[in-house]
């Protein structure tokens, strides 16, 4: 079995910052790319962020880039977000998500790139 722990989430202002973590544990596996996605009420799941495990080369949603950062720490086994400038519209669920497969032939800015999901932290953002 593989867990993947979320923590972090919360209520903030507008303009205000969090820092979403992601632990994984159990089994150990082959972890390709690392990724956040989010979804709001109403709305469907949206790519957040993501980064090669061994590389760290980061790619961004376009609603969040210049406000976002992913990162990782490879010996502590865990995926972070750090969340600046904080919109209503950020409000969602997130979830961290781990591709183990590599599978090139997708995208990581799609879910069918995953394989393993997170069970969501709550981020809301008051106005």
Known sequence: QVQLVESGGGLVQAGGSLR?????SGRSISTYV????RQAPGKEREFVAAITWNGAFTYYGDSVKGRFTVSRDKAK????????SLKPDDTAVYYCAVDSRGDYTTSVRHQSRYD????????????
């Open 116 to 127: 393993y999901w997170g069970q969501g932290a709550q981020v809301t953002v008051s106005s």
């Open 77 to 84: 086994a865990t995926l972070y977000l750090q969340m600046n």
């Open 34 to 37: 690392m990724g956040w996605f």
């Open 20 to 24: 979403l973590s992601c632990a994984a």
